[in-house]
């Protein structure tokens, strides 16, 4: 279940009940494997090849990556260049192994290079990787996906997240005939114009303002709230009325760190969205098909408009959906005129992987799996930072989770900053020492997935209580 607590406040943002057993016999088995930990004495880490790599990737790409937060600018040191992936693991052009919390920014849900996703992908191959045309994958991954989120009766799939997101708005604006829309400091629903303001992610990784290049026409009719604040969201629908097309949040935040809706929150927007014939869009990009099959719609039980999706559902393969009651879906052309289309959409080798991932997400038992191993590393590490004296807070639901370098309670982007960025990225290097691979932004939420053991658990508790003692 979902928990956020201070070391030190232990402070709360889901009630009591829904906090995880700290007796659970694999926390009780690390916290004595950490306890017992003999040695403070940071690992070697050669990065020779990574450094050639990389030193040549800047001469070829803008800033050597193709996503600005890989870079490791906000915590300085050199970005390791990765060969290949297995399970819960990762290694790099130099041979060095790592631990991954990062899962590809979430769609390794069921661990790296699934051997019957692989083997299906395989024989999908065979057939050819895009036809430009329609596909019999493409109705089995939508039956999936339209029978497990509440919200979604109708799916356009397309082939990221902002795609879907940049979709999603688009539909709203059109349906409601409005354009003003509500989005929250610190969430990040992609790089499309609308979206860049006070963003998260890459964006709040590198302390950008808002980006430059996007006309301010394209983010006028864009208003802002703190997440988490209700009252501040009223104000805007009062000094707004009846011009907000739509409502869109991370129903968990992922990217601004872990952060987790307030009891109500949810509800309260809910509510006034519906009052004012307003859409409600839940990014479930990171949240979709990890925090419940059904995604945070159903782990919280409320119900939005419209739902984009990514990530877990293209099963490591580029993907992005969005979808929604049958009557908006409709307005998308060809059966409406709210028009989006893609070349490579619905291509069969993204499906293929979807499909045998929700297969797999459908198994019982998988997310009480991903909730105990979560919590026991969140419960692990928050443990190692209050024995070595640090002010740190984090939390979980299921297989999603965070911590900051802060005694909170964060509630939202502006709680988040108050972290020491400069320590969490001491901490993110000596990690790296120890063989174990965070998001290297303080400002990013981590995975775990169904290929994480209870060993691998106790391995990075015990790395993070000798990094902890070490910074």
């Known amino acids: 279940m979902a928990t956020f607590t201070g070391v030190g406040s232990h402070s709360s943002l889901l009630p009591v009940s829904a906090k995880p057993s700290r ?13 017992n ?24 790409l803008p800033g050597g990556v193709n996503s600005p937060v890989r870079a490791f600018r906000s915590v300085g040191g050199q970005p390791i260049v990765f060969d290949s992936v297995k399970g819960s693991r990762m290694w790099d052009v130099d041979g060095n192994e790592y631990i991954d919390y990062v899962g590809s920014w979430g769609p390794a849900i069921i661990g790296h290079a699934d051997d019957k996703v692989n083997a299906a992908l395989i024989e999908t191959l065979k057939k050819g990787t895009s036809f430009g045309a329609p596909c019999l994958l493409e109705n089995t991954l939508a039956e999936a996906v339209i029978a497990a989120v509440p919200s979604v009766e109708m799916v356009r799939f397309v082939n990221s997240g902002t795609e879907a997101c940049m979709g999603a708005l688009r539909l709203a604006r059109a349906f409601t005939s409005r354009e003003k829309i509500i989005k929250f400091e610190g969430c990040y629903h992609g790089h499309a ?11 709040a990784t590198l302390g950008l303002p808002d980006s430059p290049g996007v006309p301010k026409a394209a983010t006028s009719e864009t208003l802002t709230a703190p997440y988490n604040d209700i009252d501040a969201v009223k104000l805007l629908f009062k000094s707004n009325k009846g011009e907000i097309a739509a409502v869109i949040l991370e129903p968990v935040v992922g990217n601004a760190g872990f952060i987790t809706p307030k009891p109500d929150f949810l509800n309260a927007l809910r509510e006034i969205t519906k009052e004012n014939g307003t859409l409600l869009i839940f990014d ?8 419940a099959y059904g995604g945070a719609q159903e782990y919280f039980n409320i119900t939005p408009d419209l739902t984009t999706m990514g990530k877990v559902i293209g099963g490591g393969l580029p993907v992005g959906a969005y979808g929604g009651r049958r009557e908006i879906m409709e307005m998308v052309a060809p059966a409406g005129p709210m028009y989006q289309a893609g070349t490579l959409s619905g291509n069969p080798l993204a499906m293929t992987a979807g499909i045998h991932t929700l297969k797999r997400l459908t198994e019982p038992g ?34 999603m989770f965070g911590f900051f370098f802060t005694s909170g309670p964060v509630y939202n982007f502006e709680d988040a900053k108050k972290s020491d960025t400069g320590k969490f990225a001491r901490f993110h290097r000596g990690m790296l020492e120890e063989g174990v691979y965070f998001a290297p932004s303080q400002f990013e939420a981590g995975f775990t997935s169904l290929a994480h053991t209870s060993k691998d658990i106790e391995l990075t508790v015990e790395a993070a209580e000798k990094v902890l003692k070490r910074i």
Do not use: W
Not at 39 to 48: A, G, M, Q
């Open 23 to 35: 007796t659970r016999s694999g926390h009780r088995r690390a916290s004595v494997l950490v306890r």
């Open 366 to 399: 998988c997310y009480e799996y991903l909730d105990n191993i979560t919590g026991q590393l969140v419960n692990g590490i928050l443990d190692a930072g209050k024995r070595t004296g640090h002010e740190m807070c984090g939390g979980h639901i299921r297989g």
């Open 193 to 203: 114009d609308p979206f860049l303001v006070k963003a998260g992610s890459g964006v």
């Open 37 to 60: 930990a003999i040695s403070v004495e940071k690992k070697s880490l050669k990065l020779d090849k990574s450094e050639e790599i990389f030193t040549a990737a800047k001469e070829l």
């Open 284 to 291: 479930e990009v990171m949240t979709g098909f990890r925090l």
